[in-house]
């Protein structure tokens, strides 16, 4: 089938999800993220590798993390940088995703990093400007509803083998809110590909999705059962804001039964690693104990994650 993501030589154009990736295309996203991490330690922290082209940051939803850090990253890269004011722009006059693209285009715009509610804007946005010619123009996911956040789950991996060096033999458990995560979905389909041992679904039945079995993971309905010998466990936010009503009676019935304290993750292996995509909701899915302590590798993500993103718009931009 053909993967949109990828030209006719198989190289990267545009960054969409995880699912359909080649492991090699994601080890050399890893390896080329080494050598930035590199750049970030030293005093002159750029390189040229995007100097004259336009990266618009496209924020249709909420972001701490990936909009600053793709910011970061692709001024690093030395990179123009324009962060669109959404609220402030013409989207809040009625016009369409595709025609602000249009105009975005018009103004000469090399790379879109999107993020959206909606699951699937990335895909469309990549997919008019394959129609209307503009396959030089690339797109990154940064987030699309329910549905993909890839550069979230290449940081994660990042981390997981800079913690752990090999996936082989690794148990990772994801608890939480699984049936709203993107970070989720993109984490086990890139842990499928790189060869983790097991991958464990770990939450309330209202949170697992039906088909998270055929997704390649193992459904864990008890966090002490389900982070039991782990070596990496992942936590993930109560989603909210795409609930639709109640599936969690309160989230302090939540924490006492889902909620990672130091008692639980003594259940992990001795040197288990905790990570978190965040927000994090302490009190809600993890104790702050846990989430200050030192299996906590959450800030490493968030730095990682710079180096991670300038590999993938690199690679993009065709170096
Ligand atoms: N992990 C993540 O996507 O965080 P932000 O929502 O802050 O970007």
Redesign the pocket.
Known sequence: MHNPQLNAHGELTHLLSIDGLPRDVLVHILDTASSFLEVSDRDVKKVPLLRGKSVFNLFFE??????TTFEIAAKRLSADVINLDVARSSTAKGETLLDTVDNLVSMHADMFVVRHASSGAPYLIADHLRRTGRDDVHVVNA?DGRHA?PT?GLLDMYTIRHFKKDFSGLKVAIVGDILHSR?ARSDIQALGALGAAEVRAVGPRTLLPTDIEQMGARVFYDLREGVRDCDVVIMLRLQNERMNGALLPSAKEYFRSYGLTPEVLALARPDAIVMH???MNRGVEIDSEVADGPQAVILSQVTFGIAVRMAVMSILAGN
Do not use: L
């Open positions: 909420n972001s701490t993390r990936t909009r987030g956040h979230q970070v995509p965040g927000p």
